[in-house]
């Protein structure tokens, strides 16, 4: 039991250090897939369902870095739908939280990348805890 106590501290201390919390937080979407693929410090943290832009409605594809983070916002395009937890990387192109849960795992946005609100939650303190300067979002076909 000590061991077991002992080496969660030391766990703990390590994730502490400057080199964890200097950890670059690489965000990849696969639009054919319908995944995203946060990776911290190049190690696989989280696989999630995502919902891209549909029909004419297009997601940008390339590399991008976080423009502009909101906690809460509403559309102005879209009739103020709620996008929680909103990550701006693109224009008005955001990664944000859905209520619209059923659609995730197949291409139903206008554009943006639509994930869980708790999802969404967790990649927005991600990158606000790293800092938008040490994200990178590549999305991809």
């Given at each position: ?38 990776y911290v410090g190049g190690e696989l943290q989280h696989v ?45 192109y955001a990664i944000h939280g859905t209520n619209h849960v ?22 927005f303190s991600l990158v606000r805890r790293h800092g938008p ?9």
């Open positions: 039991m000590l061991r077991v106590v002992l080496l969660s501290c030391v766990l703990a201390l390590i994730s502490l250090t400057p080199q964890a919390a200097n950890a670059r937080v690489t965000v990849q979407v696969d639009i054919s897939e319908q995944r995203m693929r946060v999630w369902a995502v919902s891209t832009g549909r029909g004419r409605y297009r997601t940008p594809t390339g590399n991008f870095r976080p423009r502009r983070l909101e906690r809460s916002w509403y559309s102005r395009k879209y009739d103020n739908a709620p996008m929680p937890h909103s990550i701006f990387f693109y224009g008005g059923r659609q995730l795992g197949r291409r139903a946005s206008h554009g943006c990348v639509r994930l869980s609100r708790g999802n969404a939650a967790r990649l300067g040490r994200v990178r979002i590549a999305i991809r076909h």
